[in-house]
Structures are given as structure tokens and as C-alpha cells.
């Protein structure tokens, strides 16, 4: 190291590279034009604990002239760009107090001559922070079989609606739902169809940065209706319609596809006071009682923010 180089300490900071962050550091610090006399008398010191890291320029005395908290460092490696940079525009901020005999160097703006030193920059160029989504837009379609307890019906499926971010793990969704159904035998069919709003909390139980799983408890309250439909002359059909309540639980796996995800989800559940529909005597259907059910859904993202470190 030369005189004109700063002096780096590094405190509980494994995974950062010393020879690399140095040379980063004398760069920036010839780009910010910063005395030469002041450069090799300070102490850059960079200290980790407690998940943060400290940024300090200290002055031959021992003296703490500049400091800045950041974020956890990666334990990975490879911030010592980005941690140039920071004590670059620490010294910047507070120039007066750790070079106080120099004025604006006219200088500096010749200084930013060592071009040679600049093609390592392209290579140590932080990569730009990716986008996460905050708001999506969903869709799903699949298929349920309602009242598990009583004569299983079949019923196709399908949602659409908006689902939030509320923080890197929980989100919540509000939803549009219906299905449609039939059951049919040999006096008549009966007809049914039904159609909700939901809101689920959902519980992103495990993350990976390209897929995951999903753990939802959706709450939905809609209107139904089933319709029997006699075909033989001497049976008796009846219809009916009311408002009903459905308390359910679902988990499934997701995969990223760029800032959108799709994933498949198994979902079980209850359904109560919903209206039954008979023809004749043996033919009677009825959506209430216990289900269970799977979907496929698209989830696009509507809205996206910067990741945060």
C-alpha cells in the first residue's frame, strides 16, 4: 500500500475480501479527488455485529469523523463495491471535518485521470437490485367435490381477483369465486350452481427465491342455488336458493415465472346453510357439509417495488 492509499480495518466481517475492498476504496477516493496527506493519515474501518455493519472514517487520532449504519452484509460475499462506494460518500459528506486545511481541490477535476483502474469497475458493478411484486392480479380454475357427507357432487371451479403483499412472508387476498355442478340419475338431474366473495389470509410457509409453498385460510360468503329437474313422469322435483357461509384451508406449491408466479393449491373446507335440490325420492343433492378440492392459478403481477437489502 502506498502513502497515498487509505488504511482498512476490518472488524467480524468475514465474507468481505480485504485486498479487494482497498483497492475499491482507493478508487473511489481518487475519483472523490480527497487530499493525499488526509487520505494516508485516516482509518476506514468497517465493523459487523448484531445483523448490521458500520461504515467509520476515523482521523489519526482515533477520533470517529464520519459513520454510517447499513444493512446486514451477504454472507456470500461480494459487497465490496457497494461498500466503497458507501465510504466514498461518507468521506464526500464530511469533508470539512476529515481534510479541514484543504480547500476544493481544482485539481480534482483532472484527478479522475487514472483510467486504467476504471475497467475493473465495469466487473465490480453492483448488479441492479431486482423488482418484487406488491400486488397481483389471479386467476384460477379447478374442480371441488361438495358434500362429502352426503351424495359427493362434482363442481368445476373458478376465481378471479387481487392478492396483496403485506410483508416479505404474509399477504392477503380478496376473491370472486363460483362453481357449477350437476348430479344426475335415472328420474332427473339436479342443477347447481353457486357464487362468492372470499378473503384469505395467506402464509408464504416456505420461500426460495424461485418457488416456494403457500399455506391459505380462505373465509367466503356467496349465494347458491340447485334446481331438480324431473324426467320421468311420476317424479317430484324441487329447487331451492340461499345465502351460505364456507370456512376452508388450502396449501400448495408456487414457481416464479419473471415477477409472475403460478402454482397449484389443495384446498378443504366446510360449507354452511347451502340449499339442496331432490328429485324424487333417492336423487338429492346438496353443496353443504365437507369438500375438497384443487385449483391451478396464475398470479400476475399488477404492481412491483425495488427488492430492499
Do not use: N
Not at 123 to 152: F, I, K, N, Y
Amino acid at each position: 500500500m502506498d502513502a497515498a492509499e487509505p488504511r482498512v480495518e476490518i472488524v467480524e466481517c468475514p465474507a468481505v475480501d480485504r485486498g479487494r475492498l482497498e483497492s475499491q476504496v482507493a478508487l473511489e477516493l481518487r475519483r472523490e479527488g480527497a487530499d493525499a496527506e488526509a487520505t494516508a493519515q485516516a482509518v476506514l474501518r468497517l465493523r459487523c455485529d448484531e445483523g448490521k455493519a458500520v461504515a467509520e472514517i476515523e482521523d489519526a487520532d482515533g477520533v470517529v469523523l464520519a459513520q454510517r449504519e447499513l444493512p446486514a452484509l451477504s454472507p456470500d460475499g461480494g459487497d465490496e463495491r457497494t461498500l466503497a462506494l458507501v465510504f466514498g460518500e461518507l468521506w464526500a459528506f464530511h469533508r470539512p471535518a476529515i481534510e479541514p486545511a484543504s480547500e476544493p481541490q481544482p485539481e480534482a477535476k483532472s484527478q479522475p485521470e487514472p483510467q486504467p483502474e476504471a475497467k475493473p469497475q465495469s466487473d465490480d458493478e453492483p448488479a441492479p437490485r431486482p423488482r418484487v411484486p406488491m400486488l397481483w392480479v389471479t386467476a384460477s380454475a379447478g374442480a371441488a367435490a361438495r358434500a362429502l357427507l352426503d351424495t359427493p357432487v362434482a363442481a368445476a371451479t373458478i376465481a378471479a381477483g387481487v392478492v396483496g403483499r403485506l410483508s416479505p412472508r404474509v399477504s392477503i387476498g380478496a376473491l370472486l369465486q363460483g362453481d357449477v355442478g350437476r348430479l344426475q340419475s335415472d328420474l332427473g338431474l339436479v342443477r347447481l350452481w353457486s357464487i362468492g366473495v372470499t378473503a384469505a389470509p395467506r402464509v408464504r410457509v416456505l420461500a426460495r427465491p424461485r418457488w416456494g409453498m403457500d399455506l391459505a385460510l380462505p373465509l367466503t360468503a356467496g349465494y347458491g342455488r340447485l334446481q331438480g329437474i324431473a324426467r320421468a313422469d311420476d317424479a317430484r322435483a324441487a329447487s331451492t336458493a340461499s345465502f351460505f357461509a364456507d370456512v376452508g384451508a388450502s396449501i400448495g406449491p408456487w414457481a416464479a415465472v419473471g415477477v409472475h408466479e403460478i402454482g397449484f393449491t389443495f384446498t378443504g373446507g366446510y360449507r354452511l346453510r347451502q340449499p339442496e335440490g331432490l328429485v324424487g325420492t333417492t336423487t338429492r343433492a346438496s353443496l353443504g357439509g365437507p369438500w375438497v378440492g384443487g385449483a391451478l392459478e396464475l398470479r400476475l403481477a399488477a404492481v412491483t417495488r425495488v427488492q430492499s437489502r
